[in-house]
């Protein structure tokens, strides 16, 4: 999966709806639309990077020498 494209936006997209409405429609503290929107955020950043690691090695010609 391309890094930024449309299927990475669309992925995350559904994971911040999907985070932002689990943790806004099960807390009941008052501070709960600041918590859901960080938690979200954070999910998607982390998807983000997780997904730029994976893409990093993908096309690699040239691996490590001595990978064992």
């Known amino acids: 999966m391309k890094l930024f494209g ?3 936006l669309i992925i995350c997209a ?6 932002f409405l689990m943790n806004y429609l099960g807390n009941d ?10 938690t979200a955020g954070a999910g998607v950043i982390g998807l983000s ?3 730029f690691i994976l893409n990093k090695g993908k096309n690699d010609k040239t691996p490590p020498q001595n990978f064992d």
Request: no cysteine; hydrophobic share 55%.
């Open 14 to 19: 559904i994971t911040f709806v999907i985070l």
């Open 29 to 38: 503290q008052a501070d709960k639309l600041e918590r859901a929107l960080m």
């Open 49 to 51: 990077v997780g997904l």
């Open 6 to 8: 449309k299927n990475h």
